[in-house]
């Protein structure tokens, strides 16, 4: 069985988002990682005597999918923070992509953020249809519910309250995001989009 090992980031001075949060931001991706591996392992045990486990078994198993999206989301939540934030490349790909259907990326980071602003726990993010060459912006539940399945996903946004509840307060997910947008490395969202 594969142990996954939580990743590191190289996240500079972000505008708006302050060191403390990132911190302890990261250490709850930490412990996404960590349960996934323990749950894993618990639900091989428990399979030893499946009969008699069942029931926890498959209380487990529905674990495991909100474990590994916390996990893989957001290794691309910090991947889009690092390094520095840097323009939107006109002559990319993505940019031309996002242009051709929304008109701007500012259009498109609008309604991203509307996305971002309904109530609840959950993630707005960004998919990307290959076959009809066509974004979708989607809400996932927490972290494991309402995926688009099969699509790839672009941009993830994290508006969980602990995303901006230190720096920003219960309601102000409004200006978090306005700030998140700001600090995004656009290089690392465009090479991630013409890697799919
Ligand atoms: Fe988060």
Do not use: C
């Amino acid at each position: 069985m594969h142990t996954y090992e939580p990743k590191t980031f190289t996240i500079p001075t972000l505008e708006g988002i302050s060191q403390k949060s990132i911190d302890e931001h990261i250490g709850l991706y930490n412990g996404y990682v960590k349960n996934f591996n323990a749950i894993t392992a618990a639900v091989q045990d428990l399979m030893s005597d499946s009969a008699k486990n069942a029931h926890a078994i498959s209380e487990l198993t529905r674990r495991l999918s909100f474990e590994f999206d916390g996990m893989r989301l957001h290794e691309i939540y910090f991947t889009q923070l690092e390094t520095a934030a840097t323009s939107s490349n006109a002559e990319s790909p993505l940019a031309q992509a996002i242009s051709k259907q929304f008109g701007s990326t500012d259009t498109l980071l609008a309604q991203l953020k509307q996305v971002g602003l309904m109530r609840g726990p959950g993630w707005a993010i960004l998919y990307y249809d290959e076959s009809v060459q066509t974004f979708h912006i989607g809400f996932a539940g927490e972290q494991h519910q309402g995926h688009f399945a099969t699509l790839p996903i672009v941009l993830a946004l994290d508006v969980w309250e602990h995303a901006f509840l230190l720096d920003y307060g219960a309601q102000g997910k409004g200006g978090y995001i306005d700030s998140f947008f700001k600090n995004l490395n656009w290089t690392a969202v465009e090479n991630r989009f013409a890697g799919l």
